[in-house]
């Protein structure tokens, strides 16, 4: 089974800094997806950005970006420029590619960390 | 637009009741989830039906736990005999899913905060 771990509880930047979130995975599949999702107060998940395990192209997203690196399994997510909006629970998911049976379908998520934006 | 709606938004409920958390999907998304999340934990997941297909039930906890979904509409999920430690958010969330490729994103609900007393 795969596993998601993020290792960093809490972490906290100053506004209009950049900061560094981290996670790592353990799978034994080649073809898979990678997330990070937001979780506001509101408790809605919000889809921040996506990796394709093929695509060597770390994925960006305005000030989001990730740095993906395949043969260590990490999956770390920059956010630059930071802003208050940015506050929030943010979760490291991974999911597998190709579908045989319904069991590989769902969203693996890590615990969390929890990032607070200082003024 | 329309996106995943879950309702109660809140539920507040005495131990050993029984208690539907309800899910509408977003229009045409054929996958549908259910997760829970206890609080200051990641998302568990609980059940995942896909179409007409049987749905993939191996995370639910235990027998007290029960979902439906009619077609490609709506969820419901049932817990029975509430005990304590089911409290947690109750998140749903709906995707669009063709062939045996899994390329689309998972849109999530606000879930249902379910407290037993």
């Known amino acids: 089974a795969q596993t998601v771990t993020q290792s960093q509880p809490e972490m906290s930047v100053q506004e209009a800094e950049t900061v560094t979130l981290s996670c790592t995975y353990d799978?034994?599949?080649?073809?898979?997806?990678l997330f990070w999702y937001k979780q506001p107060p509101s408790r809605q998940m919000i889809l921040v950005i996506r990796?394709?395990?093929?695509?060597?192209q770390n994925a960006t997203e305005n000030r989001f970006s990730v740095n993906f690196q395949k043969a260590a399994k990490s999956f770390s997510l920059k956010i630059s420029d930071s802003q208050l909006g940015d506050a929030a629970m943010y979760f490291c998911a991974y999911r597998s590619g190709i579908t045989i049976s319904t069991e590989a379908q769902k969203l693996v998520f890590g615990q969390g960390t929890r990032l607070t934006i200082n003024p | 637009g329309a996106g995943v709606s879950q309702s109660p938004s809140n539920k507040v409920t005495e131990k050993g009741k029984d208690v539907e958390l309800r899910c509408d999907p977003i229009s045409g998304h054929t996958a549908l989830y259910w997760y829970r999340q206890r609080l200051g934990q990641g998302l568990e997941f609980l059940i995942y039906f896909q179409g007409n297909s049987a749905p993939d039930k191996s995370g639910l906890p235990s027998d007290r736990f029960s979902a439906e979904r009619t077609g490609e509409s709506v969820s419901t999920l049932t817990i029975q005999r509430t005990q304590q430690e089911d409290s947690a958010v109750y998140l749903c969330?709906?995707?669009?899913?063709?062939?045996?490729?899994?390329?689309?994103?998972?849109?999530f609900g606000n879930g249902t905060r379910l407290t037993v007393t």
């Open positions: 799978t034994s599949e080649s073809d898979y997806y």
């Open positions: 969330a709906s995707s669009l899913e063709r062939g045996s490729r899994v390329n689309s994103p998972l849109h």
């Open positions: 990796q394709e395990a093929y695509k060597q």
